[in-house]
T-cell receptor, first 117, second 114 residues
Framework: AQKITQTQPGMFVQEKEAVTLDCTYD???????LFWYKQPSSGEMIFLIY??????QNATEGRYSLNFQKARKSANLVISASQLGDSAMYFC??????????????FGSGTQLTVLP | EAGVVQSPRYKIIEKKQPVAFWCNPI?????LYWYRQNLGQGPELLIR????????DSQLPKDRFSAERLKGVDSTLKIQPAELGDSAVYLC????????????FGPGTRLTVT
């Protein structure tokens, strides 16, 4: 079974609008971490935001926020006020046993976001 | 602060030839990872080092792939011999062993096997 599922292969959003990228995950661990990375066409993976499974508040980093719904096992990324430079591939990832004993990241298949002028 | 450095950025080789990739992690980062990213997919872990010790290499195809991190700093990933299916981007990442949540990725090496 897929541990990280991103059901949107591609998304379009108008510049200055908000967009939500979906991510659902599957784990039996109680302690885990959820991540979002951005990968522009240049290829490097850029860390955006992190949510721990025990964090009660949704993580926010500037224009990025993570809509964490633990019971539904979803960790959607919300980008507010989209900019042309946000056009990229976005990956959701999970690290199980977030206490630090295992640090492998499992990635989803990604969502290609295109911001339209 | 310098980021994760990888070289070369691009490599084209014929099948059955050997190839090597080099990675220098962020200074002070004890943990180093090698990932493979196939076209249209997310990265998949090949091997993880804690200092010079390979602590997770279960996904590394050991018949043709090898890796080393002799002094616990920079690392080399080798494929010998390369096959057509090895065409992918090979990403190196590093993180602090204690604290810090994110892994910092290098720009990757795009390998094309013809």
């Amino acid at each position: 079974a897929q541990k990280i599922t991103q059901t949107q292969p591609g998304m379009f959003v108008q510049e200055k609008e908000a967009v939500t990228l979906d991510c659902t995950y599957d784990t039996s661990d109680q302690s885990y971490g959820l991540f979002w990375y951005k990968q522009p066409s240049s290829g490097e993976m850029i860390f955006l935001i992190y949510q721990g499974s025990y964090d009660e508040q949704n993580a926010t980093e500037g224009r990025y926020s993570l809509n964490f719904q633990k019971a539904r096992k979803s960790a959607n990324l919300v980008i507010s006020a989209s900019q042309l430079g946000d056009s990229a591939m976005y990956f959701c990832a999970m690290r199980e046993r977030d206490s630090g004993s295992a640090r492998q990241l499992t990635f989803g298949s990604g969502t290609q976001l295109t911001v339209l002028p | 602060e310098a980021g994760v450095v990888q070289s070369p950025r691009y490599k084209i080789i014929e099948k059955k030839q050997p190839v090597a990739f080099w990675c220098n992690p962020i200074s002070g980062h004890n943990t180093l990872y090698w990932y493979r990213q196939n076209l249209g997919q997310g990265p998949e872990l090949l091997i993880r080092y804690e200092n010079e010790e390979a602590v997770d290499d279960s996904q590394l195809p050991k018949d043709r792939f090898s890796a080393e991190r002799l002094k616990g700093v920079d690392s080399t990933l080798k494929i010998q011999p390369a096959e057509l299916g090895d065409s992918a981007v090979y990403l190196c990442a590093s993180s602090l062993r204690q604290g810090g949540h994110e892994q910092y990725f290098g720009p990757g090496t795009r390998l094309t096997v013809t």
